[in-house]
């Protein structure tokens, strides 16, 4: 269960796996981490407080992994407790959700950097039945390397994979944690503030899985959850000042404004504003503003061209057609609805490319 770096000669990876009332996929999550391909990896289970049947499963595991329980307290808190766990040099938090290929440990290992801030890598996006439809970051987009300092500043982001895609190092978490109050998951605070710390590196194949379900989804009930909606525009903005003020803390100066330059930001922003207007928390917005930022951003956005056309077509279309419209838009942009003939062909010319470049993953 334990393994001890002074006793391998070999790096450590702690896969730390955090879970609340996922009984339907934890075990998947574990049965991957313990069954990598990388003889030098340990298993922290932590199970927030679930309240259905999950450490009835994790139990299962108790000869294999370190398996602790808490009262909820939250993601970040339950990554604390795992992190306090572990031995490891090099830590993956993986969501009970989710789950890793074999390979994923040994692959982190062999791309490791000293003074790195991070290792990242895709994941493929499976739904309930752990089915492959897709990649996160998706394949069109470029995966960074090196010091990202310089992007992160001017424009506040970079494309990064969700929490099971990163590999940290032991010192750095160490120096981050606790996580500030704010935050209620670890990639929107880490993931914002690590680069900050060290060169980025990012492994250009998928590694494990990131799981699509009904309670991750943007979707509810056949149409958007507005509520959702609003929360991820808190979340950009609480991820902004964080940045700013980790970068303010090491010298580093930030570029004003920064949610001005992330065109999906401003979509989620726009989307708000049109589905609920009375309840949009940034009051001096309008449309004609949002609209002129979010294209403003795509001049100088690094998406491949068809990228930001399609991004363009859909803050034009939120912006200017009447609600009911605009929502469907919204829906079928991020929501996961049924996409009409004519949106799924031109994703799927979009895609061409990146499935080209998957090396033989299959969709």
Not at 39 to 55: K, L, N, Q, Y
Not at 282 to 301: E, I, S, V, Y
Request: glycine share 8%.
């Amino acid at each position: 269960m334990r393994v001890s770096a002074a006793v391998t000669g070999h790096p450590v990876v702690s896969i730390v796996v955090n879970n609340y009332n996922y009984c339907d996929y934890v075990a998947e999550a574990i049965q991957s981490a313990i069954t990598q391909d990388y003889r030098h990896t340990e298993v922290i289970v932590i199970d927030d407080g679930s309240t259905d049947e999950s450490w009835s499963v994790i139990s299962q595991f108790a000869d294999r992994a370190v398996i602790l329980r808490q009262e909820n307290s939250g993601q970040p808190a339950a990554g604390q407790a795992g992190l306090k766990a572990s031995s490891g040099t090099i830590v993956i938090f993986l969501d009970a959700d989710d789950f890793l290929w074999p390979s994923a440990a040994s692959r982190v290992v062999e791309a490791w950097q000293d003074g790195c801030s991070k290792v990242q890598f895709r994941l493929s996006l499976v739904g309930p039945d752990s089915v492959r439809f897709g990649a996160d970051p998706s394949w069109r987009a470029r995966m960074p390397r090196g010091d990202l300092v310089p992007q992160i500043c001017r424009t506040g982001r970079y494309e990064t994979p969700v929490t099971s895609g990163n590999a940290y190092p032991r010192e750095l978490l160490d120096k981050l944690f606790p996580v500030p109050r704010e935050f209620n998951a670890l990639d929107g605070y880490l993931n914002t503030v690590v680069p900050l710390h060290g060169e980025v590196v990012s492994i250009d194949d998928e590694l494990g899985a990131y799981r699509q379900h009904s309670r991750n989804r943007w979707a509810f009930s056949g149409g958007l959850d507005v509520e959702r909606l609003r929360r991820r525009v808190d979340r950009d903005l609480l991820k902004e000042r964080q940045l700013r003020s980790s970068a303010t803390a090491l010298g580093i100066s930030v570029e004003p404004d920064l949610w001005k330059r992330n065109p999906d930001h401003l979509i989620h922003r726009l989307g708000s504003l049109r589905l609920e207007p009375t309840a949009h928390p940034q009051a001096a917005d309008t449309r004609r503003g949002l609209l002129c930022c979010g294209l403003a951003a795509l001049r100088d956005d690094e998406a491949p061209l068809a990228d930001r056309v399609l991004t363009a077509t859909v803050l034009l279309a939120v912006a200017v057609l009447p609600k009911p419209l605009a929502s469907r838009v919204l829906w079928w942009a991020i929501g996961g609805g049924a996409r009409p003939e004519w949106l799924r062909r031109a994703a799927r010319i979009l895609s061409r490319d990146g499935i080209r470049r998957s090396r033989g993953v299959t969709t």
